[in-house]
């Protein structure tokens, strides 16, 4: 099984300023990466795919890159409705897993 | 609009049965890969269980693997999650979630809106 492993666990930062999320995994894992925003009380929506794709509708304040065993989410300037939980998720193999999810708070 | 509608959570004691139901609109479920997806009170989130376009095409994972079964109705458009043996560790948020779509995908977009399923005695 592929582990997937985020860091920091949370990361408290203030409107307008720049975040970094990093995803590694346990083997590589090419490309075959993916990015969720999930909300309190509400379903993941999923932001990045492919480690760099953006979902049509994602702003273009969300980045992603890496490949192989190292995965990096920039949220380029935060915005009130940035703060929520961030999950990467690998599809290179059986199971899909995710990793255990990076908390953005308000500083 | 896609939109997935997950129900038939409920509190069931350890050794209960449970069948989960997914009613999708917007597109039709014979067309894409479905999903579900679970997540415990205040944790993180578990990729449960995968079905295929084609026949015989699921795959679970080892926790649930023997005790759950994924399938789909077409003509309801729906998707469904039997649960036999469950456990105290099944107690989770379950998510429908279908294939993002694409050449290879096997992203989850979008999702349900979850259905809570509680096991205790």
């Known amino acids: 099984e592929i582990v997937l492993t985020q860091s920091p666990a949370t990361l408290s930062l203030s409107p307008g300023e720049r975040a970094t999320l990093s995803c590694r995994a346990s083997q590589s894992i090419s490309s075959d990466l993916a990015w969720y925003q999930q909300k309190p009380g509400q379903a993941p929506r999923l932001l990045i795919y492919?480690?760099?794709n953006r979902v049509t509708g994602i702003p273009a304040r969300f980045s992603g890159s890496g490949s192989g065993t190292d995965f990096i989410l920039t949220i380029s300037t935060l915005e009130p409705e940035d703060f929520a939980v961030y999950y990467c998720?690998?599809?290179?193999?059986?199971?899909?897993?995710f990793g255990q999810g990076t908390k953005v708070e308000i500083k | 609009e896609v939109q997935l509608v997950e129900s038939g959570g409920d509190l069931v004691q350890p050794g209960g049965s449970l069948r989960l139901s997914c009613v999708a609109s917007g597109f039709s479920v014979s067309s894409y890969r479905m999903n579900w997806v679970r997540q415990a009170p205040g944790k993180g989130l578990e990729w449960v269980a995968h079905t295929g376009i084609g026949p015989d095409s699921t795959t679970y994972a080892d926790s649930v693997k023997g005790r759950f079964t994924i399938s789909r109705d077409n003509a309801k458009n729906s998707l469904f999650l039997q649960m036999n043996s469950l456990r105290d560790e099944d107690t989770a948020v379950y998510y429908c979630?279908?294939?993002?779509?694409?050449?290879?995908?096997?992203?989850?977009?979008?999702w349900g809106q979850g259905t809570l399923v509680t096991v205790s005695s």
């Open positions: 998720q690998q599809r290179n193999s059986w199971p899909r897993t």
């Open positions: 492919d480690a760099s």
């Open positions: 979630a279908r294939d993002h779509g694409g050449a290879y995908s096997y992203w989850f977009d979008p």
